[in-house]
Nanobody, 122 residues
Framework: QVQLVESGGGLVQAGGSLSLSCAAS????????MGWYRQAPGKQRELVAT???????TYADSVKGRFTISRDNAKKTVNLQMSSLKPEDTAVYYC????????????????WGQGTQVTVSS
């Protein structure tokens, strides 16, 4: 079965940096877009950043210039480098991926990781 596993979350002071990583494993043929989303208590889940299979990124306005998303297609991983962190960045961060599980079927599947907590103190 397919799994997405995040790592790298933790507690950091405002102005600091943190790097998140997500590894995809299992029956995977091709991964299209991968991304990071976050959800703070009492708020809706929101997009943080996405990256296409070709390496084209998109970012939420709130993180532009501070976060960088990257991926390694061979390793099937996606990373999020976060700098100049603010208390409002505090949330559970989730990895997401659209992928094909076999070369012999045309269906695309969407998967989520379990989430990793990022806490930024004032």
């Amino acid at each position: 079965q397919v799994q997405l596993v995040e790592s790298g979350g933790g507690l950091v002071q405002a102005g600091g940096s943190l790097s998140l990583s997500c590894a995809a494993s299992g029956a995977i043929f091709t991964i299209n877009t991968m991304g990071w989303y976050r959800q703070a208590p009492g708020k809706q889940r929101e997009l943080v950043a996405t990256i296409t299979s070709g390496g084209t990124p998109t970012y939420a306005d709130s993180v532009k210039g501070r976060f960088t998303i990257s991926r390694d297609n061979a390793k099937k991983t996606v990373n999020l480098q976060m700098s100049s962190l603010k208390p409002e960045d505090t949330a559970v961060y989730y990895c997401n991926a659209d992928l094909r599980r076999s070369r012999f079927e045309g269906n695309w599947y969407n998967y989520w990781g379990q989430g990793t907590q990022v806490t930024v103190s004032s």
